[in-house]
């Protein structure tokens, strides 16, 4: 009986000595896939997201073999001093010159959004952001850039722009705003004779994805780094969709540090078969912020920080190592 016990207590003290031998192995930071989940910031969901695989492989990942998993050594006490970046897994390297991205003006001429504090029609500000990013794409190596227009009111031309974007086979979808408030907290005042409505108690962009698109994964890594770049260049989130007083607009924020917020219910993210994104680039009905962002150097900042992100998106060692 003593015999058996002392046996035991060695096998345990083997079994023990096993497992924190493995603790301080390598792992494959690709393969471990619980790792990126212990580490995001909190939302108001409870448990995972309802979607955290691709129902289909992206296109540039079927083109490209993945590159070689990076290597990260963990400790006992390891992850907890990781960079985020470090623990997400690596995407396969694109080819820019076919690598197609849509870039979705909001709003249409018929139906042109939200008015500014200036009375100028958000499909104006839309239109003209898309066309600056369009250029930087293009000017990146990234060809294919298609823009994209719709006509028509505003719910039947959510659904053109779907289909229209699902036919062209796009890799990446953004769809470009601009932000404003519900009509309960806008003050009344006259702009060159004219009565307007303005709040300047709000400002800054917003980066949306929905948990419905069918690869809410990747579309949640290129919003992150669209968030990363707009945060670099300066520029800081807006934090009213968290707040109660949003009303139906008040949304769950993904990433504090980012400005990413989850919004299921839009058509344009939600319906499209690629990673998609919407981006409030900034508040029009906040009358300093209009200014700003009819600024050519707001719209350079802006446009310049979502072409970094693309090129980051489509090859990680962009932003490692520079161009390449």
Not at 119 to 126: G, L, Q, T
Not at 154 to 169: H, T
Not at 279 to 295: Q, V
Not at 302 to 324: H, M, N, Q, Y
Request: with cysteine.
């Amino acid at each position: 009986m003593l015999g058996g016990i002392v046996a035991g207590s060695r096998l345990c003290r083997f079994i023990v000595v096993a497992i924190a031998a493995l603790a301080l192995l390598p792992i494959e930071v690709s393969d471990a896939g619980w790792l990126p989940d212990i580490f995001k910031s909190s939302s108001r969901h409870a448990g995972p997201p309802k979607r955290v695989k691709s129902a289909r492989p992206a296109r540039s990942a079927r083109r490209n073999a993945s590159p070689r998993p990076h290597r990260t050594r963990l400790a006992a006490l390891g992850p907890a001093v990781l960079p985020r970046s470090a623990l997400k897994p690596a995407s396969s390297a694109c080819d820019p010159s076919t690598y197609r991205v849509v870039l979705d003006v909001g709003h249409t001429a018929e139906s042109e959004g939200a008015i500014s504090a200036r009375n100028v029609a958000e499909y104006s500000f839309n239109l003209r952001l898309a066309k600056l990013i369009a250029e930087k794409l293009k000017a990146e190596g990234f060809a294919e850039t298609r823009l994209l227009l719709t006509a028509g009111k505003a719910r039947p031309s959510l659904f053109k722009r779907v289909a229209k974007a699902n036919d062209l086979s796009a890799d990446l979808f953004l769809s470009i705003h601009h932000d404003s408030v519900p009509d309960k907290l806008l003050e009344d005042w006259e702009f060159e004779g004219k009565k307007s409505h303005y709040s300047d108690r709000f400002s800054g962009y917003s980066v949306f994805v929905s948990r419905d698109n069918p690869d809410f994964k990747t579309s949640l890594s290129f919003a992150e780094l669209i968030g990363k770049e707009l945060k670099a260049e300066g520029l800081h989130y807006a934090e009213q969709y968290t707040q109660p007083i949003m009303g139906r607009y008040q949304h769950p924020l993904l990433n504090k540090e980012t400005g990413v917020y989850d919004y299921d219910e839009l058509i344009v993210l939600r319906k499209t078969r690629m990673p998609a994104v919407l981006l409030e680039a900034g508040s029009i009905i906040n009358r300093g912020e209009e200014l700003e962002m009819d600024s050519p150097e707001r719209q350079n900042m802006i446009s310049s920080g979502v072409a970094t992100a693309v090129k980051e998106f489509c090859d990680p060692r962009w932003a490692i190592l520079g161009p390449l």
